[in-house]
């Protein structure tokens, strides 16, 4: 017996006004999630703990069955090793982003206005710059705004605070380090931000972008120091083979760690317009390879962090989509997991700690009377509220691979 977990990401929410009081879950149109959900077993998930705000990174963590109390070393190191950079021993790494900011340094746009093309130009400006310290920064570009940097050196520490202000209309940040070793981090990430934007503000991709009336990528801020994390393999935690077809360096980086074979989607842009049945497709095919397989679709969560109650709903029915081609070729032993990491409320803009939906189907399950996927549908289900560790025990116990504790 297999196993797909299917993360729709950031798909919780609270009920919005301009959606007559549903969440966008509720008002899209899903008629295969419905069926999963009358088909199988559901409840409320808290990815961490009741209430706990669940970053993506520790989320699947816990959904993976990895306690992000005792594992999580920072963000930097999935994101540096998810886009396909070499994270060494004693690396300092960073999640970053492209940003806009004012001549007062001043953030107008953290995403840069969510830049598409041009950052393979913008990051080779900037990766190999030599700082304070015999510091190098070695940086690369990702999907969309997104980008990684890894500092090398002698003597670094992670114990560092980020430059990002985590809001527009706040000025950038300097980094302060708490202890000798992170003062040298510290010291080195705002040198390597404020030659960002000595590099950035006239690059010429940036003055055809100006030119076009969008907004330039003239800075770059990191966050999430990290160093590389000691990980379990999923293979020997478990017993079985895992794979991930994931649109982002993240989770590409997470499923890397954990010696999960990481599936390419070219057609999987982890942006709107990516093609969720390529994304089904390959999940299928890994399934055909691996007893287990993560798939994760990012659009909820764009369209909860952009604020956009409407789009949301359109991303909410674009993971429907997804379950559609999954079901046309999913084998009937598998078991089929179906959930968000947290939930990004349009109102918030951001990750908040509200439960999110999961459902649980396949053979063996006990199924419920839910008929509806959402998140108050879900909420009267058979599997109540759980949290993310406590889904792993209850695949393996379906797939029968679960030791038992005890005589």
Do not use: W
């Given at each position: 017996?297999?196993t797909?977990?299917?993360v729709?990401?950031?798909?919780?929410d609270?009920?919005v006004?301009?959606?007559?009081?549903?969440?966008?879950?509720?008002a899209?149109?899903?008629p295969?999630?419905?069926?999963?959900?009358?088909?199988?077993?559901?409840?409320?998930l808290?990815?961490?703990?009741?209430?706990?705000?669940?970053?993506?990174?520790?989320a699947?963590?816990?959904?993976?069955?990895y306690?992000?109390?005792?594992t999580?070393t920072?963000?930097?190191?999935?994101e540096a090793?998810?886009?396909?950079?070499?994270v060494e021993?004693?690396?300092?790494?960073?999640?970053c982003?492209?940003a806009t900011?004012?001549?007062?340094?001043?953030?107008?746009?953290?995403?840069?206005?969510?830049?598409?093309?041009?950052?393979?130009?913008?990051?080779?400006?900037?990766?190999?710059?030599?700082?304070p310290?015999?510091?190098?920064?070695?940086?690369?570009?990702?999907v969309?705004?997104?980008?990684?940097?890894?500092l090398?050196?002698?003597?670094?520490?992670?114990?560092?605070?980020?430059?990002?202000p985590?809001?527009?209309?706040q000025?950038?940040?300097?980094?302060q380090g708490?202890?000798?070793a992170?003062?040298?981090?510290?010291?080195?990430?705002?040198?390597?931000?404020?030659r960002s934007?000595e590099?950035?503000?006239?690059?010429?991709?940036?003055?055809?972008?100006v030119?076009?009336?969008?907004?330039?990528?003239?800075i770059?801020?990191?966050?999430?120091?990290?160093?590389?994390?000691?990980?379990?393999?999923?293979r020997?935690?478990?017993?079985?083979?895992?794979?991930?077809?994931?649109?982002?360096g993240?989770?590409?980086?997470?499923?890397?760690?954990?010696?999960?074979?990481?599936?390419?989607?070219?057609?999987?842009t982890?942006?709107?317009?990516?093609?969720?049945?390529?994304?089904?497709?390959?999940?299928?095919?890994?399934?055909?390879?691996h007893?287990f397989?993560?798939?994760?679709?990012?659009?909820p969560?764009?369209?909860?962090?952009?604020?956009?109650?409407?789009?949301?709903?359109?991303?909410?029915?674009k993971v429907?989509?997804?379950?559609?081609?999954?079901?046309?070729?999913?084998p009937?032993?598998?078991?089929?997991?179906?959930?968000?990491?947290?939930?990004t409320?349009?109102?918030v803009r951001?990750?908040?700690?509200d439960?999110v939906p999961?459902?649980?189907r396949?053979?063996?399950?006990?199924?419920?009377s839910?008929?509806?996927?959402?998140?108050?549908p879900?909420?009267a289900?058979?599997?109540g509220?759980?949290?993310?560790?406590?889904?792993?025990?209850?695949?393996t116990?379906?797939?029968?691979?679960?030791?038992?504790?005890?005589?």
């Amino acid at each position: 017996m297999r196993t797909l977990l299917l993360v729709a990401d950031g798909l919780g929410d609270r009920p919005v006004p301009e959606l007559e009081g549903m969440t966008p879950a509720e008002a899209a149109r899903t008629p295969h999630l419905d069926r999963l959900a009358s088909e199988g077993i559901c409840g409320l998930l808290a990815p961490i703990a009741p209430g706990i705000r669940a970053g993506s990174d520790t989320a699947h963590l816990a959904l993976l069955g990895y306690d992000p109390y005792s594992t999580y070393t920072g963000r930097g190191p999935f994101e540096a090793l998810g886009i396909g950079m070499a994270v060494e021993r004693g690396d300092i790494c960073f999640r970053c982003n492209f940003a806009t900011v004012d001549e007062r340094m001043v953030v107008v746009d953290r995403r840069a206005g969510r830049i598409a093309r041009g950052t393979r130009e913008l990051a080779a400006a900037l990766d190999g710059m030599a700082l304070p310290g015999g510091v190098v920064a070695l940086f690369r570009e990702s999907v969309e705004h997104r980008a990684a940097l890894i500092l090398r050196g002698q003597g670094l520490g992670a114990a560092v605070t980020d430059a990002d202000p985590h809001a527009e209309g706040q000025p950038v940040r300097q980094v302060q380090g708490t202890d000798q070793a992170s003062e040298q981090t510290a010291a080195a990430v705002n040198e390597f931000v404020r030659r960002s934007y000595e590099l950035l503000r006239d690059h010429p991709v940036n003055r055809e972008r100006v030119a076009q009336g969008k907004p330039p990528a003239n800075i770059v801020l990191p966050r999430g120091a990290g160093v590389a994390p000691h990980l379990e393999p999923f293979r020997e935690k478990y017993g079985f083979t895992g794979a991930a077809v994931v649109e982002v360096g993240l989770i590409k980086g997470i499923a890397g760690y954990l010696g999960m074979t990481v599936v390419e989607v070219p057609q999987a842009t982890g942006g709107y317009d990516t093609d969720e049945h390529a994304l089904a497709r390959a999940a299928l095919a890994a399934l055909a390879e691996h007893d287990f397989v993560l798939c994760n679709i990012k659009a909820p969560d764009l369209a909860g962090h952009d604020g956009d109650a409407l789009r949301k709903v359109a991303a909410v029915e674009k993971v429907d989509g997804l379950v559609r081609t999954l079901l046309a070729g999913l084998p009937t032993d598998t078991i089929l997991v179906c959930c968000a990491d947290h939930s990004t409320p349009v109102a918030v803009r951001d990750h908040s700690g509200d439960e999110v939906p999961c459902l649980i189907r396949g053979p063996g399950v006990r199924t419920d009377s839910v008929a509806a996927f959402g998140e108050r549908p879900m909420a009267a289900g058979g599997l109540g509220h759980l949290v993310g560790n406590n889904l792993m025990p209850l695949v393996t116990n379906l797939m029968g691979t679960q030791e038992k504790f005890g005589a």
